[in-house]
């Protein structure tokens, strides 16, 4: 129970944000773009609409379904990427993320892989919108899915650690493109190892 209700603090405070979301998550298009995968003007169309308040909502624009179509993915010959934040940038706070990529296999059978954090609400400081399902181990409020799609069964909804929006779009595209993850065993086993000494040092 302890971990499941540590988690669901965890992504609770995973809403207070910092003002250079939008600004990591354009580098992230940005290497797309350089990286072949994707159209080179996509920086400059992950775009900002003013909502009610202070909401404001950044997405891909420039097609009616606001995706991005991909391309160069090893196992997915059709993939469309989709990502939508929605904060407010004078508190610092995270009311939904998703990003999606979807995509059909050589097989043309379809796959997805998607990102969600429920919209939190009008009112984020009572926010019960994280509770849903029947607890926080079958769907925590930042999860994962994987699939043919969303909706068919049995739904696969994945417990991701708080990770910032820029960090769970480099999990989807680690999950399809290779050499993209960010961190790579060599480099985490040299910080294992640092912090290891740290430690030692300490005592």
């Known amino acids: 129970m302890k971990r499941w209700a540590d988690l669901y603090l965890e992504h609770r405070s995973g809403r207070s944000i910092s003002p250079d979301l939008t600004g990591q998550i354009r580098q992230r298009l940005m290497t797309l773009a350089e990286r072949g995968h994707c159209a080179t003007n996509i920086r400059g169309r992950f775009t900002h609409e003013r909502g009610t308040g202070n909401r404001h909502s950044y997405y ?75 607890g926080a ?3 925590a409020a930042l999860h994962g899915h994987v699939g043919p799609d969303l909706d068919t069964p049995p739904k696969v909804r994945v417990p991701l650690p708080a990770l910032t929006p820029a960090e769970a779009l480099d999990w989807v595209l680690s999950q399809v493109i290779e050499n993209w993850d960010p961190a790579p065993w060599p480099q985490v086993n040299d910080d294992l190892l640092s912090r290891g000494r740290s430690s030692s040092t300490a005592r």
Do not use: K
Not at 88 to 105: A, F, K, S, V
């Open 60 to 134: 891909i624009a420039g097609r009616p379904d606001r995706t991005e179509p991909l391309r160069g993915l090893p196992h997915l010959p059709q993939a469309r990427l989709s990502v939508l934040v929605q904060l407010d940038l004078r508190r610092g706070h995270l009311y939904q993320l998703n990003i999606m990529l979807e995509g059909r296999r050589h097989d043309d059978s379809p796959w997805t892989v998607a990102v969600h954090l429920p919209d939190a609400g009008r009112d984020p400081d009572t926010n019960t919108a994280d509770q849903q399902g029947s």
């Open 137 to 139: 181990c079958g769907h």
